[in-house]
């Protein structure tokens, strides 16, 4: 049996480094190429979904004044519900047919959504309910991201699998780089932009992304359909099957007799790990726009340029993260670079826990006297004013008596959460496909996508209703009570 030849561990992500002729080096050429595709899909997935979620917020308030901060957990948790809803679907699509019918349809559903999403401006009433609809199709086309990831790790050989998956995750934060980058970016457009009459569209700061993130779509698209190809190795790299559908009914029986040896105990458990790992990521991705919006008295552009470059750093942090857990993985296993990890994130949500005796600008509103009011407490008054006000909303009551997070607690916060949860996503789904072996893994991907999934419909809602009611204390120190029970039954 040749040896393979071209392993992403040895060679750039972009390269074919198999130059002979003999049809195994094609295959293997064909095969990293088709991975990289997927490398691709990935990026551009996380470029569609990181685009717009800085915005969100400032957006839902724009288009609809009903609009609190508890209607925006159910806004953030409705792409995550459609994403968990459609991976079983997808992975078990994949299982059974050529894994391109899956890709091309998600994608075409996630652009379709995406410019769905532009327009809820448009109708006279119920825009934020329109918005929640536009986020459940942009996460049902998120769906693919099982299919991507079981096509992976099927098509790779246990030695290639870590660093295979730390360079996906690679990609994956280069989109959630840019994506913010790109929001940041078009956030100058500003709230009016200009308006192309003809598709009755108002280009501006919030829609341009979203418009951007279909046109991505239709790049994926291309890319799947004339440049991926199927292919199937074992645990030790050798060639179980390039797949083209119309192969014989046979060609399943190989992975059968692995899936009755797959572990389920351990599936289940990493299910829930998995699950917890994202749930608190979601916390922390919800609450970051409203929660700098009310300590900062950030405008709404504002919140989205400066959340948007903090995105972006994080996500340069989080390429050098993968690079350091691909080693350290090799040296001392993926299960203490996954605790470590837990440990770090717990000192990110630690740090940012509520301290001292300054505390947050309110913003007041039907306030006769607000001369008086901003005199007697320095707080930003809304009412007979057409600047933006700013501040904590004083129908939040612990705005009154919960201390103010400052900004280097929220930037050093950002800092640690942007070391440990790469690290503990990457070693989730590398042990996650370890346990599975060489059997087709798109349900089994479909499963761990649709908890993580769960995790993020569950974590918006979460977050901004304990936020909303009890405050950042409250909220945050539960998050570091579960972080301390995973960690000790992880011990």
């Given at each position: 049996m040749p040896q393979l030849v071209d392993s992403d561990e040895a060679t750039p992500l972009l390269r074919d480094d198999a130059r002979s002729d003999h049809p195994q080096n094609e295959d293997d050429r064909s095969r990293w190429r088709s991975i990289r595709v997927m490398y691709f899909t990935m990026f551009l997935s996380s470029v569609?979904?990181?685009?717009?979620?800085?915005?969100?917020?400032?957006?839902?308030?724009?288009?609809?004044?009903?609009?609190?901060?508890?209607?925006?957990?159910?806004?953030?948790?409705?792409?995550?519900?459609?994403?968990?809803?459609?991976?079983?679907?997808?992975?078990?699509?994949?299982?059974?047919?050529?894994r391109r019918e899956p890709l091309v349809c998600s994608i075409f559903i996630n652009l379709a959504a995406n410019i769905y999403y532009a327009y809820v401006y448009l109708p006279k009433t119920n825009n934020k309910y329109h918005m929640l609809i536009s986020r459940v199709f942009v996460g049902f086309g998120a769906g693919n991201v099982a299919v991507v990831r079981s096509y992976v790790a099927g098509a790779t050989s246990l030695k290639e699998r870590t660093g295979a998956m730390a360079n996906m995750s690679a990609c994956q934060a280069l989109g959630f780089i840019?994506?913010?980058?790109?929001?940041?970016?078009?956030?100058?457009?500003?709230?009016?932009?200009?308006?192309?009459?003809?598709?009755?569209?108002?280009?501006?700061?919030?829609?341009?992304?979203?418009?951007?993130?279909?046109?991505?779509?239709?790049?994926?698209?291309?890319?799947?359909?004339?440049?991926?190809?199927?292919?199937?190795?074992?645990?030790?790299?050798?060639?179980?099957?390039?797949?083209?559908?119309?192969?014989?009914?046979?060609?399943?029986?190989?992975?059968?007799e692995a899936e009755e040896s797959i572990d389920h105990a351990a599936v289940l458990t990493s299910n829930v790990l998995f699950f917890i790992v994202m749930f608190i990521f979601a916390v922390f991705e919800t609450i970051a726009t409203p929660l700098s919006m009310d300590m900062f008295a950030w405008t709404r552009k504002e919140a989205v340029l400066y959340n948007g470059i903090i995105i972006c750093c994080i996500g340069f942090e989080s390429i050098l993260v993968f690079l350091v857990v691909k080693v350290a993985s090799k040296r001392f296993g993926d299960r203490p670079v996954l605790l470590v990890g837990l440990a770090i994130i717990f000192?990110?949500?630690?740090?940012?826990?509520?301290?001292?005796?300054?505390?947050?600008?309110?913003?007041?509103?039907?306030?006769?006297?607000?001369?008086?009011?901003?005199?007697?407490?320095?707080?930003?008054?809304?009412?007979?004013?057409?600047?933006?006000?700013?501040?904590?909303?004083?129908?939040?009551?612990?705005?009154?008596?919960?201390?103010?997070?400052?900004?280097?607690?929220?930037?050093?916060?950002?800092?640690?959460?942007?070391?440990?949860?790469?690290?503990?996503?990457?070693?989730?789904?590398?042990?996650?496909?370890?346990?599975?072996?060489?059997?087709?893994?798109?349900?089994?991907?479909?499963?761990?996508?649709?908890?993580?999934s769960g995790a993020r419909t569950l974590g918006p809602v979460f977050v901004s209703q304990v936020y909303t009611i009890l405050g950042p204390r409250w909220a945050f120190s539960l998050i570091c009570e579960i972080l301390i029970e995973v960690r000790l039954s992880g011990s």
């Open positions: 569609g979904f990181t685009i717009v979620i800085t915005s969100i917020w400032p957006y839902l308030q724009k288009i609809d004044e009903s609009a609190d901060a508890s209607f925006l957990g159910w806004v953030v948790a409705a792409y995550s519900l459609g994403q968990m809803v459609a991976s079983p679907i997808f992975g078990l699509w994949s299982n059974k047919r050529p840019l994506g913010p980058a790109l929001q940041a970016g078009l956030s100058f457009i500003g709230e009016q932009g200009v308006t192309v009459k003809f598709i009755q569209l108002q280009l501006n700061m919030y829609t341009a992304p979203a418009i951007l993130a279909a046109a991505f779509g239709l790049i994926n698209i291309l890319l799947v359909v004339l440049v991926l190809r199927e292919h199937h190795i074992d645990d030790n790299g050798r060639l179980i099957r390039s797949i083209n559908y119309t192969s014989d009914a046979d060609s399943f029986d190989a992975s059968e000192c990110g949500f630690f740090i940012l826990l509520p301290w001292g005796n300054h505390y947050p600008k309110i913003q007041w509103a039907d306030v006769k006297n607000n001369s008086l009011v901003s005199h007697l407490t320095g707080a930003t008054t809304a009412s007979n004013s057409s600047v933006e006000p700013t501040g904590c909303p004083y129908e939040q009551t612990w705005c009154q008596y919960t201390p103010a997070i400052h900004l280097a607690q929220y930037i050093s916060s950002d800092i640690l959460i942007g070391i440990g949860y790469p690290a503990c996503n990457v070693m989730s789904y590398t042990l996650y496909s370890k346990i599975l072996g060489p059997t087709p893994q798109g349900v089994y991907m479909g499963w761990l996508t649709a908890s993580g």
